[in-house]
């Protein structure tokens, strides 16, 4: 059993950084959307005591507008942001009641979108919701589930014989040539408002965080692929007034672009080519520019596991200890429980727990960003029983 993580520190952080993206609008648009529920937060006593912490709380994006992950705050904020311009509205006017009086003037758009699955279907959805069309594309690998629920919006989808980055540069190609709108969660030079706006959306996760019933972390640690939405959490726990957590950044170790961007050391964001990971929402090789500066400044460490980890995490959430809640978990929402288990209870990481001060008055707080999205790997994942 491979249960591999690496550690690094990073020699970029600002102490000073303040919040970049924080706006409460966001919430209060996903608030007047159908369907709208705030998801839980979930606290693991049973499960601290076996780490020796104080406190695991995880926020279950499973129960996402019954869409089984996070990324329709993304998608849905920044692109009623868009539709709101084209109808000649203010910003005053954003609300799921405003675009529904204009379905008309909306109808013929068409947004275009890359995407590892959940992204594709909130686009999906949301131009289901909006009245709008969408076409999506998915690499190579994707899972037919994947594709499936994304034309059960009304989208067009299609998995292409590319890579995830492969795939980005084609759906921004297919935006150019038919004059479609591109909606993408990543960021590059002149592609820079409407993730800004997605990451803006994903914030809406905090917000609803800090009217629960809490506890202030002492630990954030964040997974990802491009990056924009670790980035935008942790821009979102810089709050005033606030101690700071320790911040992580958590990635598999066959798609660590941000790992090796620290690594190389001289400031700049560095790509990788060769993706093997089974996490699909984390498969991505090419960091975001806009999640780059800020991630570059707020986090203390980066981490990197094998796929094994995140497995041996979604048995673990799905067979809790004792009283704890069970939490369907995909492989990319559980790899950071995985990775936090592994430090607290494996002796050949105590000096990692030593670094990230890891200890029985730590709070850590985690996102499950996804439930069963590939319910084929889900199963796969569950069969081997759960060591005690």
Known sequence: MNNKINLISNPFKDDDYVSQLNDDGCIKFHKSLPGYSHTPLIEL?????????????????????????????????????????????????????????????????????????????????????????????????????????????GAYAEITDLNYDETVIHAAEIAEQNNWILIQDTSWINYEVIPKDIMIGYQTIVHEFLKDPHIWPSHVIMQAGVGSFAASVFDAFCVPGMPKPIFILAEPEGAACYFKSVQVADGSAHSIDNLETIMAGLSCGVPSILAWDIIKSTVDYFITCHDEVALQAMRRLAHPTESDPSIVSGESGAMTTGIIEQICINPKYSEYKDLIMLDQSSNVFCISTEGDTNPELYREALEPSIAP
């Open 45 to 153: 006593d049973k499960y601290s005591e076996i780490l020796k912490i104080q406190s695991l709380q995880i926020k279950d994006e499973s129960k996402r507008f019954n869409l089984n992950a996070f990324k329709s705050l993304g998608a849905s904020y920044a692109m009623a942001k868009i539709l709101l311009s084209r109808i000649g509205s203010n910003k005053a006017d954003l609300n799921y009641q405003t675009l529904k009086e204009n379905k008309e003037k909306i109808k013929h758009l068409t947004f275009v979108t890359a995407t590892d699955g959940n992204h594709g279907r909130a686009v999906a959805w949301s131009s289901e919701i909006y009245g709008c069309q969408a076409h999506v594309y998915l690499p190579k690998g994707s899972s037919k589930h994947r594709l499936e629920a994304i034309e059960s919006h």
